[in-house]
């Protein structure tokens, strides 16, 4: 995954009772079968907020690639396989990012646990910040110059950092959100009480509050269960790759 230059974040509703299934099957068969293609996978999480919501990350050298990688994936064997028990856990599988890094995860070195290691502890959050496009390029320099130095202050280290990637969907039998820019921001924390704890104190931070009050609408948080095979769990790396890179 280094090198990486965009990135999926997708939110997939599903129906009552089927994230357990879908989480089975995308972990013992489409895991694997994605890297062979030179898709990266840096994680999936049951959203702790929505018991019928799988959320996951999915990364890509570049646009050209992911078109070319894309089709490999859901032409080939492994999809054609079990796409038919995938789809029948879904009702919407069109809430997707499509992003560039700012600051990317530190993935080098990490290996993907297998299927009977212990389950992964703790949470990740993603607050999904609406950029109005006009002020979109000063309110990341300002997130990284006053924003990200206060929520370190108040013990949330910033693990990554995506803005919206703006080129044209070249795999549109998968639909993106288009027509929106926003800033993701990541961070890990090892309970939901440390979580609450830390979002409370950085409510209450001056330099954050004049930052989220310059936004289009108020940042949505998505609080996230690391699944057993994600590469993002537990204590996730807080230190960063540089810039541009993930």
Do not use: K
Request: overall charge negative.
């Amino acid at each position: 995954m280094s090198g990486h230059s965009v990135f999926e974040l997708r939110q997939y509703t599903l129906r009552s009772g089927q994230r357990a299934l879908l989480i089975e099957l995308f972990e013992r068969e489409f895991v694997e079968a994605q890297e062979a293609l030179g898709i990266g996978l840096p994680g999936q999480f049951r959203d702790l907020d929505d018991p019928d919501r799988f959320v996951w990350l999915r990364s890509f050298a570049d646009m050209e690639a992911r078109a070319a990688a894309l089709a490999a994936f859901y032409d080939g064997p492994v999809w054609r396989a079990h796409r038919e028990a995938a789809n029948a856990t879904m009702l919407d599988s069109d809430d997707v990012l499509l992003l560039r890094p700012v600051h990317g995860f530190a993935l080098d070195g990490l290996v993907r646990p297998t299927a009977d290691e212990r389950a992964p502890a703790g949470l990740l959050t993603a607050t999904i910040c609406p950029l109005p496009p006009g002020d979109a390029a000063a309110l990341v320099r300002s997130f990284d110059a006053q924003v990200r130095p206060a929520l370190e202050a108040h013990g949330t280290p910033v693990l990554a950092q995506f803005v919206t990637e703006p080129a044209c969907n070249t795999y549109p039998r998968l639909p993106v959100r288009e027509g929106e820019c926003v800033l993701v921001w990541f961070a890990a924390f090892g309970d939901t009480a440390a979580q609450a704890r830390r979002e409370a104190a950085a409510a209450a931070d001056p330099a954050i509050g004049a930052w989220i009050r310059r936004l289009d609408a108020m940042p949505q948080i998505l609080r996230l269960a690391p699944t057993q095979r994600s590469l993002l769990r537990d204590a996730a790396p807080a230190s960063t790759t540089p810039r541009g890179h993930a």
